[in-house]
């Protein structure tokens, strides 16, 4: 059974660059989508983008401008870089796998909670 | 403010019958499938319905989706003190081009 297991600073300074990893095991990385989800404290689900395998990227609009999302194959990682951060980017950081594009997310990461504060 | 609209709270008493709506638009529900994500409290997302209806291995039958037009919608039969939980509807929206949620809707078994 695939796992996903997110890493990465829990604490980040307003401005500065957000970076996530998501590290995909008892699995390949090959021929899936790689998602990104975050999750506010106390609100609802928001996807910040995908990536495939081949490096095919797509975003959510209103993030677009200061994310970008990278794969590296070879270490069964793909990675989640949010820049210029304010506190409106505090939340838990999933990772999830889709089986397409558009199809559902059947795989997810526990979650990784990132506090922006200076 | 959520692309998808969902109630925020439903409730429902043991064995009752409860249903979760998710309203949407042409550009999401109206043309692509919908899933339901059902999440405990600290826990991550977990895919309860994918494909408008269907259950992944292991989420009792007691869980079903259907669609209409713009609008889904979860069912949960013999409600159980187990399912109190987090929902939330997903879809693809084409405007968009990209994945969107609903609000969620936390489920309370009286």
């Known amino acids: 059974q695939v796992q996903l297991q997110e890493s990465g600073p829990g604490l980040v300074k307003p401005s500065e660059t957000l970076s996530l990893t998501c590290t995909v095991s008892?699995?390949?990385?090959?021929?899936?989508?790689w998602n990104w989800i975050r999750q506010p404290p106390g609100k609802g689900l928001e996807w910040i983008g995908y990536?495939?395998?081949?490096?095919?990227?797509k975003y959510n609009p209103s993030l677009k401008s200061r994310v970008t999302i990278s794969v590296e194959a070879s270490r069964n990682q793909f990675s989640l870089r949010l820049n210029s951060v304010t506190a409106a980017d505090t939340a838990v950081y999933y990772c999830?796998?889709?089986?397409?594009?558009?199809?559902?997310?059947?795989?997810w990461g526990k979650g990784t909670a990132v506090t922006v504060s200076s | 403010q959520s692309v998808l609209t969902q109630p925020p709270s439903a409730s429902g008493t043991p064995g009752q019958r409860v249903t979760i709506s998710c309203s949407g638009s042409?550009?999401?529900?109206?043309?692509?499938?919908v899933n339901w994500y059902q999440q405990f409290p600290g826990t991550a997302p977990k895919l309860l319905i994918y494909?408008?209806?269907r259950r992944p291995s292991g989420v009792p039958d007691r869980f079903s989706g259907s669609k209409s037009g713009t609008s889904a919608s979860l069912a949960i039969s013999g409600l159980q003190s187990e399912d109190e939980a987090d929902y939330y509807c997903?879809?693809?929206?084409?405007?968009?081009?990209?994945?969107?949620f609903g609000g969620g809707t936390k489920l309370t078994v009286l």
């Open positions: 494909n408008i209806d």
């Open positions: 999830a796998r889709g089986w397409g594009s558009t199809s559902p997310m059947d795989v």
């Open positions: 990536i495939y395998y081949s490096g095919d990227s």
């Open positions: 997903a879809a693809w929206d084409a405007s968009l081009n990209g994945r969107v």
């Open positions: 008892i699995g390949s990385i090959s021929t899936y989508y």
């Open positions: 042409s550009s999401n529900i109206g043309s692509h499938i």
